[in-house]
């Protein structure tokens, strides 16, 4: 792995449109597979936009009509905007590309930078991203008045959280004490090397969530450095430890920890 250089497209007042981050996407990932430049981690905040990935139904989707950008990374539908560090690490992989390995790492040096403010995170078996452990199923309190045996989301398969109110929002899953996911990793390879990333949540409004099913998945939830931390926690805090440890963890070839099995869970059916 090359020397890895960090490019601060813009934050706050500043924060970058998504159509011309992702063109500078573009224009960065073609000098990279020309090795005219070294391996290029751009940082930056968006405005508020959804994005949609190629498996993205339309059941999770806005049901208001707004917009969406459909892109060319894996996974499904999520936000970004103000209060979110996004991250695209445009790298040169060694061959043969293995692709979980590199979310892999991804996902790693999040979950040491978090730990840095004192926040344990882990992998989720199944789900990529950085994820904070709800409690076990049988010890979370119940939905709406209902006991977990009659939760709609486990036993209705047209159940949708976008219609049925607060208690089902994705952004109580805290509240719930359910899994809920703090950042989303979604990625492209194209000639060997990355593009799209990460988006970790440091102080965003996470009501944005609630107008889609974030990343397809109905019976988790999101949150946010500031949530889980108790106190506000900028995206500026948090850009230092990301480079920090994106550095650290892919200048070392090491074996990174599983994730934790929740096969366990009912999952909707």
């Known amino acids: 792995m090359t020397e890895l250089r960090?490019?601060?497209?813009?934050?706050?007042?500043?924060a970058v449109e998504y159509q011309q981050?992702?063109?500078?996407?573009?224009?960065?990932h073609a000098a990279r597979f020309a090795d005219e430049i070294p391996d290029t981690c751009l940082l930056l905040e968006h405005p508020a936009v959804y994005t949609a990935g190629r498996r993205t139904e339309a059941s999770e989707r806005?049901?208001?009509?707004?917009?969406?950008?459909d892109v060319d990374r894996g996974g499904k539908i999520t936000w970004h905007g103000p209060g979110q560090l996004v991250g695209y690490p445009i790298l040169k992989l060694p061959r043969?590309?293995?692709v979980i390995a590199h979310v892999r790492r991804l996902e790693e040096a999040?979950?040491?930078?978090?730990?840095?403010?004192?926040?344990?995170?882990?992998?989720?078996?199944?789900?990529?991203?950085?994820?904070v452990l709800g409690d076990p199923v049988e010890q979370r309190p119940s939905v709406g008045g209902l006991s977990?045996?009659?939760?709609?989301r486990l036993t209705d398969e047209e159940f949708d959280p976008r219609l049925n109110g607060p208690e089902y929002a994705p952004s109580n899953a805290g509240q719930r004490r359910e899994d809920r996911k703090l950042a989303a990793i979604g990625i492209r390879i194209a000639k060997g090397v990355t593009m799209h990333g990460f988006a970790i949540n440091c102080d965003p409004d996470n009501t944005w969530f609630d107008r889609i099913v974030p990343c397809g998945i109905r019976d988790a939830g999101v949150t946010s450095l500031s949530n889980e931390l108790g106190r506000r926690v900028p995206v500026a805090e948090m850009v230092p430890l990301v480079e920090k440890h994106l550095r650290e963890v892919l200048a070392a070839e090491e074996p990174l920890p599983r994730a934790v099995e929740r096969a366990a869970?009912?999952?909707p059916s």
């Open 6 to 14: 960090f490019v601060h497209l813009g934050f706050g007042a500043d």
């Open 21 to 28: 981050a992702w063109q500078e996407q573009r224009s960065v």
């Open 62 to 69: 806005p049901l208001d009509g707004t917009p969406v950008v």
């Open 96 to 98: 043969p590309v293995d």
């Open 110 to 131: 999040l979950i040491r930078a978090c730990a840095e403010l004192g926040l344990e995170t882990t992998r989720v078996e199944g789900r990529s991203g950085v994820w």
């Open 148 to 152: 977990l045996d009659f939760d709609p």
């Open 265 to 267: 869970e009912p999952q």
